[in-house]
């Protein structure tokens, strides 16, 4: 079988045709699927009735699921699968991860050993605008950027905290989620990464970004940021990236060590209903295993 694709963007992402992600699908057709993740870096199914089921067997079949560490959104019979969005219930308590005005461009999982990861987002509960996700290649770019910046680049690491993105959030709105008890806390320590990856399926040379790092070397912190800045530049030029505008049924899968993704913002949409469902995949092969995963997951079940 021969999968039917149409193109996100000239040469990133890819829009999988005529697949039913709830029924069975054979060995040779998951192994295409994942074949056009791998060399598009993304892809969108639309029209699918994933059930929290369903997502979580999908999630387990691309890899080991990471349970997330804001456990309150977890579902209780299927923790792999957790909620994002600004619904709430009777009584106003938040039923869903929320962050008022949105992220900027990030990578999922820098804060962990492990960089392949793949982001599953599902749209149960859209609204009418807003609430659009942005997505680009940093494997694309690394063509275009000035031989100068690749080559400071190259001997770039930085490195990646959970806190220094998470705590600022629950600064700015405590009631969002539960603040981590100290223990959680220490679980989930700083780690290095470089800059400058080769990724392992590909082989195709790409940057891994956190615009929030913690320390730098060799360089001085705000020297390596500029240079991240400089990089962020190039790679989210207009006509580089693609902007997901969301229908009830969508499932976006998006391969961390090889794209970045942004949020708009969410005054768009906040009169409005949106309810998604993440799953978050730990793919093999990778450089750096996580040897405490079981425990993590067992730490922030819900």
């Not at 089921?53 to 792999?80: T, V």
């Not at 800059?195 to 392992?200: F, G, K, M």
């Amino acid at each position: 079988m021969s999968i039917a694709t149409r193109p996100l963007l000239a040469d990133f992402g890819a829009e999988i045709l005529h697949i039913d992600l709830s029924a069975d699908i054979s060995d040779a057709v998951f192994s295409e699927i994942l074949q056009i993740y791998y060399n598009k870096s993304a892809v969108l199914f639309r029209n699918q009735t994933l059930s929290p089921e369903s997502q979580a067997k999908l999630a387990h079949r691309f890899g080991k699921p990471k349970i997330e560490n804001r456990k309150q959104y977890n579902l209780r019979s299927y923790p792999e699968v957790s909620t994002i969005g600004n619904v709430k219930d009777d009584k106003g308590t938040p039923l869903s991860f929320f962050v008022k005005g949105g992220f900027g461009w990030h990578t999922d999982g820098t804060a962990a050993c492990h960089v392949d990861a793949a982001t599953f987002l599902y749209a149960v509960e859209v609204p009418k605008s807003g609430g659009d996700t942005l997505l680009c290649s940093t494997a694309n770019v690394v063509d275009r950027l000035p031989a100068d910046l690749l080559q400071k680049l190259e001997s770039l690491s930085i490195l990646c905290s959970f806190h220094a993105h998470n705590d600022p959030l629950h600064e700015s709105d405590p009631e969002a989620f539960i603040s981590l008890t100290e223990e959680e806390r220490e679980a989930l320590p700083p780690v290095w990464h470089k800059v400058v990856q080769v990724h392992p399926v590909t082989g195709r040379k790409l940057l891994y970004m956190s615009f929030d790092p913690l320390d730098c070397k060799p360089l001085d912190l705000a020297v390596g940021k500029q240079l991240l800045i400089d990089a962020r530049e190039i790679t989210t030029a207009n006509d580089q990236v693609y902007r997901h505008n969301w229908r009830p049924g969508d499932l976006l899968i998006w391969d961390n060590h090889a794209a970045l993704h942004s949020g708009t913002p969410t005054y768009m949409y906040e009169g409005d209903r949106r309810l998604m469902h993440r799953s978050f995949v730990y793919t093999i092969p990778t450089e750096r295993e996580i040897p405490n995963l079981e425990e993590l997951n067992r730490m922030f079940m819900p």
